[in-house]
């Protein structure tokens, strides 16, 4: 190998980086990792043989390339017996996510059926169709916030119900301080006639492909999911960057990066196995790490620029793993268990935001089939008054919660872990509106090439974060200085909100 590439990061971004590069070229990846474990947001955490996958992701993408690339890795099986004794293989499942509000279930997305009526009341209904009607009259004329973006789309009386709240868990600040592009991401082409004609669709619908390009994101009904949570698929990828020579180096976490004109020449990280700061060069720098955190390292960066960065915000994570006897919730069929992979909590009453059920995410996630395997979603920011509870505070904290929202008994606890993600969503707001100086700045850099969601800042799925780490390397063997390519990955018009 003639060249090295230096990758700050082991998530789904620097793993692929280092993956294509080994695969596809002679360029030698060195990973540095400052936790110890592989798979970023996107690892799965062993709990005492129970497995907890702390986001729920879901393996669905648009883009052939992707789905190709982790059908390659960890091939589909679904030949029950075959499923049964394969480790190394994709599972198909089914998704149900619904809405828990008023002590009932919803569907989500919300349906207008005659359920949703009955639960939600004659009244409520009539207020949330007379504002829907109005926006449709009177539409929104400056979509500027999210607030403005939801109440164009579902009316104000339906987003006061279902979406305000919920969005409030998540980011701490009120909708109408983010900015509108966050909807337009991540709600994309959803709004309430495509809700309908899909539910209508679906009445006469054969096609059960896992290849649902038509259908928008939210919506999509079945997806690939490893069998053991999704930090199986990164576990693999980084077994096969080792044996074609790549390395990964655990507990390093990157400090400085050293430029020299318009070039990037070495980083510098602390070792924390050893306790000792080490430097090396490279040719070319992949960085996955946060844009704050990079440009904070970098040297000779305006007072602008840093400026810029260190306002970037980012919305941390507690996941609460809890082994249950049983739910108190009971499915309405002969099932055992009710079959959501995620449950979006709307209660106001609660921090909690979701609850994962990992039995239904996958059954290889739980040691004893009997038990059932529960994530608690909270959303903080590091150092708040979630974030500095202690480990043991935050378990009776979550269960009391659980308990009083009639989810659970608190003498089905069986067992429980905290686990804390920091800067799992980058935020967009903050100094969001200046980042395109932060972009201009960084791109100069011709050898250092930012990939993945906090090292681009932008709120990336993993086909995402994986797309601009191919289309890094795609660049690096056509010899395409331009990034602009790699910016433009989750910001083409299909992603974006249809007019
Ligand atoms: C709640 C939730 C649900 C999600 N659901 C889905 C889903 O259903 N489907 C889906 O595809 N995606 C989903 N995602 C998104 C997915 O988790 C991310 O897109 C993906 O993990 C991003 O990969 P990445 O490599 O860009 O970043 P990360 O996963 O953040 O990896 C970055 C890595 O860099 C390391 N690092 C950071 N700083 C340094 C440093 N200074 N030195 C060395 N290393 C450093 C970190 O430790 C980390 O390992 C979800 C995310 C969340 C939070």
């Known amino acids: 190998m003639s060249k090295t590439a230096i990758i700050i990061g082991a998530g789904p971004a620097g793993l692929t980086a280092a993956y294509e590069l080994v695969t596809r070229t002679d360029i030698k990846p060195i990973i540095f990792e400052t936790t110890d474990y592989l798979g970023g947001i996107s690892r799965t955490v062993n709990y005492k043989g129970n497995r907890m996958d702390i986001g729920g992701h879901r393996f669905f993408s648009k883009s052939d390339r992707v789905m190709n690339w982790w059908l390659n890795i960890l091939p589909l099986e679904e030949n029950a017996e075959k499923v049964l004794s394969t480790s190394k293989i994709m599972i198909l499942r089914k998704r149900l996510s619904r809405i828990y509000f008023l002590r009932n279930f919803f569907d989500y997305p919300i349906s207008l059926s005659f359920d949703t009526i009955k639960k939600l009341g004659f009244w409520r209904i009539s207020k949330i169709g007379f504002s829907y009607i109005k926006v449709q009259n009177f539409p929104v004329k400056n979509i500027k916030t999210l607030e403005d973006f939801f109440i164009s789309r579902f009316g104000r009386?339906?987003?006061?119900?279902?979406?305000?709240?919920?969005?409030?868990?998540?980011?701490?600040?009120?909708?109408?301080?983010?900015?509108?592009?966050?909807?337009?991401?991540?709600?994309?082409?959803?709004?309430?006639?495509?809700?309908?004609?899909?539910?209508?669709?679906?009445?006469?619908?054969?096609?059960?492909?896992?290849?649902?390009?038509?259908?928008?994101?939210?919506?999509?009904?079945?997806?690939?999911?490893?069998?053991?949570?999704?930090?199986?698929?990164?576990?693999?990828?980084?077994?096969?960057?080792?044996?074609?020579?790549g390395e990964i180096h655990f507990n390093c976490d990157v400090k400085q990066i050293e430029t020299s004109n318009n070039q990037v020449v070495a980083i510098k990280y602390l070792d924390k196995n050893t306790n000792h700061e080490k430097s090396i060069s490279g040719d070319y720098f992949f960085s996955t790490m946060p844009v704050k955190d990079l440009?904070?390292?970098?040297?000779?960066?305006?007072?602008?620029?840093?400026?810029?960065?260190?306002?970037?915000?980012?919305?941390?994570?507690?996941?609460?793993?809890?082994?249950?006897?049983?739910?108190?919730?009971?499915?309405?069929?002969?099932?055992?268990?009710?079959?959501?992979?995620?449950?979006?909590?709307?209660?106001?009453?609660?921090?909690?935001?979701?609850?994962?059920?990992?039995?239904?995410?996958?059954?290889?996630?739980?040691?004893?089939?009997?038990?059932?395997?529960?994530?608690?979603?909270?959303?903080?920011?590091?150092?708040?008054?979630?974030?500095?509870?202690?480990e043991e505070e935050f378990k009776q904290f979550a269960i009391q919660e659980l308990a009083s929202i009639d989810i659970i008994e608190k003498s089905d606890v069986v067992d429980g872990v905290v686990i804390k993600m920091p800067k799992t969503y980058p935020a967009y707001f903050g100094t969001y509106a200046e980042f395109h100086q932060i972009k201009n700045y960084v791109n100069q850099f011709e050898n250092l090439i930012?990939?993945?969601?906090?090292?681009?800042?932008?709120?990336?799925?993993?086909?995402?974060?994986?797309?601009?780490?191919?289309?890094?390397?795609?660049?690096?063997?056509?010899?395409?200085?331009?990034?602009?390519?790699?910016?433009?990955?989750?910001?083409?018009?299909e992603y974006h909100e249809k007019k």
């Not at 390292?297 to 840093?306: E, L, P, T, Y």
Request: charged share 25%; net charge neutral; proline share 2%.
């Open 295 to 390: 440009i904070s390292g970098m040297n000779s960066v305006s007072q602008n620029i840093r400026n810029i960065a260190s306002g970037l915000q980012y919305r941390d994570f507690i996941t609460v793993g809890l082994l249950l006897n049983k739910l108190k919730v009971k499915p309405q069929n002969s099932e055992k268990l009710i079959q959501d992979n995620w449950i979006y909590v709307q209660e106001r009453e609660v921090k909690l935001g979701r609850i994962q059920i990992f039995n239904n995410w996958s059954p290889f996630m739980v040691q004893d089939a009997e038990k059932v395997w529960i994530g608690l979603e909270y959303f903080c920011y590091e150092g708040d008054e979630l974030w500095s509870k202690t």
């Open 450 to 493: 930012l990939i993945g969601r906090n090292g681009m800042h932008k709120y990336n799925n993993q086909d995402h974060s994986m797309l601009t780490a191919m289309i890094a390397v795609d660049n690096i063997i056509n010899g395409n200085k331009q990034k602009e390519n790699i910016w433009q990955v989750n910001s083409e018009e």
């Open 157 to 245: 009386e339906l987003y006061k119900t279902f979406f305000k709240d919920y969005t409030e868990k998540v980011w701490g600040v009120p909708c109408n301080e983010i900015s509108a592009e966050w909807g337009a991401q991540r709600i994309k082409g959803l709004s309430i006639t495509k809700a309908i004609v899909h539910a209508a669709k679906n009445l006469v619908k054969t096609d059960k492909s896992i290849s649902q390009k038509n259908v928008e994101t939210t919506l999509i009904e079945q997806f690939l999911y490893p069998k053991f949570g999704p930090g199986q698929l990164w576990e693999e990828v980084a077994e096969i960057v080792k044996q074609k020579g």
